[in-house]
Each structure stands twice: as C-alpha cells, then as structure tokens.
C-alpha cells in the first residue's frame, strides 16, 4: 500500500487491520495484569464506606503506617525521603499482600531533630494518644490484627508507638506488630556499604533516594560526617541528637551522619530489595498470629458507646 494512502487510514480503517488488533490486545494484557497485581490490597481512603467495612472484617492484616512528612535529611536529601520511602513499602504490600492500608500518620515525635525545620509533634504523650485513637479507631470497626510501620528507628520514634501497640494489645485483645526502619535494613543491607559508620541522611539512606526520587537528591551538597563514630557507649541506650550549634557534642554543620558522597542509586536498589524482603517476611508471619477472642476485641465498641 503506498505511503499516501497509509496516512490517509482512520482510526476505524486501524481498527481493522491485524497489527493494530494485535497492538491493542497486548496492551490489553499488560494492563490487565498490572490490575490484579494491585489487587492484592487495598488503600484504605481509597474504598467506599461499604467496601472498608467489608475489607476490614476480612483482611487479615491493617498497617497503620507512620513516617515524617517533613524532617531534616542534611543539606542534599529532601525532608519528604521518610515518607517516600513510607510510600514505597506501602505500595509494595498492596501489590503483592492481602493488607489494607490506613491513611499514614506525618507528623511524630522527633528530639533528635528539634532544632531544624520540621513537621514535629515536640510532646510525646501528644504523638502516643493520637496514634492510640487512630488505632482504636481501626479496632472499633473490626480490625483483626494491626502493623505499626514506623519509618524511624525503634528507639526513637518507636518507642511512644510500641506503648501504644502494648496497649492496644492489652486492652482490646488485638494482636499487634510494631516494624521500625531498623527491622528492615538488617546486615544484609548494612553489609552493602562503604562508608565507615552512618545512621542518617548517609551512604544508605541517600542511595535509596536516589534510586526512589533521583530528580530531588542534590549530590553535589552531599556531605561526610562521622562527628559521633567513637563517642557512643557500647552498652545501655544512649539517645542521640544533631545540633547546629558550634561546640556542641552533636554539631552537625549539614545534618548528617555518615558518608552521602559515596551513595549511589543501584545501592539503593539493593538496599531497598533486602527490606523489601525483610517487609513482607514481617507481614506473612504476622499474619498467621492466632487472633484473640471476638469478645475481647469488642471492647473498643463498647467503651466508643459510653
């Protein structure tokens, strides 16, 4: 068929022909199979009434996901990379798991980070109650068994959260689960690096960004701090901190801890890999927890009722 004649087809014309056929059943295919991989879970917010009432009485597992909406992450990272990194383990369980995922909570309980721009909740009895109330808010209507994802470290952000799970778990009867940052980047992950030590906005953490949001990372600010290296106690927990203040004991001129220079986005990839791992092998045993009695997972109701 001449070239005139080919570019003179309508969509119709196109529609009869065998290539395009062809084209719009492979597309079909694809999107098809995107579709029930994204059937696996379900967001919460995104559900009409009826539907989270059903998907709550019959998911085994609610993740109530936590993650700074704004928090200091040196002078390179943007302060969103918690909640990016939130995002990214949330969407992978909807994918691939049968969770239902409540509406993340942004703001939290950051000492370390008082003295820096932020969405910080400063009073931690404040951060705890909240966090209670949403999640008997969840048990309320029918909640079986329930995640903290805690995109901070569990002896920080994790420990005004791991009261509340103690407490939903003792009143309510409800199993309960709290997965901090630190439960996922195992030596596995750690193993991976190259910088002598880190814990924030470092080799790790930047090369994860770089590989979730590369257009945001600012390499080129990207700094070295090991300022804290050999000045923690070996035994016992001792709170840490980042300071601005020159002559402090953890001044920080950027925010960091750690080496960004040498963070690279296919780390990243391998880094988030190992939690990735590390997230569905948290959720798959927890969702085995044998549940408690219906009677005292009622509890919730009754007191909403007083």
């Given at each position: 068929m001449p070239k005139s004649v080919k570019k003179g087809l309508t969509l119709r014309d196109r529609g009869q022909t065998p290539w395009y056929r062809l084209a719009v059943a492979a597309w079909l295919t694809v999107a098809a199979s995107f579709?029930?991989?994204a059937d696996a879970?379900?967001?919460l917010g995104a559900l009409t009434w009826p539907e989270a009432e059903r998907e709550l009485a019959s998911t085994p597992v609610v993740v109530l996901p936590f993650a700074a909406g704004a928090k200091e992450h040196g002078h390179h990272l943007p302060m969103n990379?918690?909640?990016?990194?939130?995002?990214?383990?949330?969407?992978?369980?909807?994918?691939?798991?049968?969770?239902?995922i409540a509406p993340p909570?942004?703001?939290g309980w950051f000492p370390a980070f008082r003295?820096?721009?932020?969405?910080?909740?400063?009073?931690?009895?404040v951060f705890q109650n909240y966090l209670q109330q949403v999640a008997e808010s969840l048990v309320r209507h029918g909640a079986k068994r329930i995640i903290f994802l805690n995109t901070g470290i569990q002896n920080a952000t994790g420990l005004p959260i791991s009261i509340v799970a103690r407490e939903i778990r003792a009143q309510y009867g409800v199993p309960t689960l709290v997965v901090s940052w630190d439960h996922l980047e195992t030596e596995d992950a750690t193993g991976l690096q190259s910088q002598l030590k880190g814990g924030h906005a470092d080799e790790i953490e930047t090369a994860i960004q770089l590989y979730l949001q590369q257009q945001a990372v600012q390499m080129d600010k990207a700094t070295v701090d090991y300022r804290e290296a050999n000045r923690r106690s070996s035994v016992g927990y001792q709170p840490g901190g980042f300071s601005r203040?020159?002559?402090?004991?953890?001044?920080?001129?950027?925010?960091?801890?750690?080496?960004a220079t040498l963070a690279k986005a296919e780390l990243g990839g391998q880094v988030l890999a190992v939690m990735r791992r590390n997230w569905f092998k948290a959720i798959d045993e927890f969702s085995a927890v044998p549940l408690a009695p219906t009677a005292q997972a009622s509890k919730a109701n009754t007191e909403a009722a007083q």
């Open positions: 579709a029930q991989a879970g379900h967001y990379s918690d909640a990016v990194m939130m995002r990214f383990l949330t969407d992978a369980a909807v994918h691939e798991r049968d969770v239902l909570v942004l703001h003295e820096y721009p932020g969405t910080e909740v400063a009073d931690p009895t203040q020159e002559g402090h004991p953890h001044f920080s001129a950027a925010g960091n801890f750690g080496d």
